[in-house]
DNA sequence: TGATACGTATCA
DNA sequence: TGATACGTATCA
């Protein structure tokens, strides 16, 4: 049974700068960051397995592909929206005048469908079933009334 | 809550 | 690589 070799050392103070308030969602933050694979945290866990002689995480993927990639993907513009079609900037928004450091499109040439936040929007099946409890409790109390008044 | 700043995914 | 601009922490 071969030693395995030393690993690189600690990892980065600053690696990760946690500021966030409970443990537990720090907590959370970490694990998050463990899976995924290109973050700087997981990168220094592979090249400290590969170093110490273990098991790599690139190739145990290969083999299972069953490794959750939490990496954020980005949304895409639609490209058909009015704004989307739109070619130049109107320079005169916040966002055109503020470009350098607020790196955002113009603001008419925000696509429609990134406006809405990611969670937003999609939740058709939650207002379905708020509006069949809203009706069986608009059912339930308009017997009662009916009741009252025999 | 909207505005702003900034890290960085994505693409050419 | 550099340019663009999405996502989000932070602030007021
Ligand atoms: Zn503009
Ligand atoms: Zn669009």
């Not at 590969?50 to 990639?69: C, K, N, R």
């Not at 928004?93 to 008419?108: F, M, S, V």
Request: contains cysteine.
């Amino acid at each position: 049974m071969p030693r395995p070799r030393a690993g690189p050392g600690p990892p980065p103070e600053d690696m990760y700068d946690l500021s966030m308030d409970t443990m537990e969602a720090q907590s959370f933050c970490m694990q998050r960051k463990c899976l995924e694979k290109s973050s700087p945290l997981s990168k220094y866990i592979e090249a400290e397995h590969q170093q110490a002689g273990l098991f790599s995480l690139s190739s145990l993927e290969a083999i299972t592909d069953v490794t959750v990639d939490l990496q954020k993907k980005r949304r895409k513009k639609c490209g058909a929206c009015v704004p989307c079609l739109r070619k130049v900037n109107c320079g005169t928004c916040a966002n055109c005048l503020n470009r350098k450091t607020g790196k955002q499109i113009c603001k008419e040439r925000k696509c429609e469908k990134l406006k809405k936040r990611k969670s937003e929007g999609n939740a058709s099946e939650v207002w379905c079933a708020f509006g069949f409890i809203f009706l069986s409790l608009c059912n339930i109390v308009w017997k009662d009334i009916i009741l009252m008044w025999r």
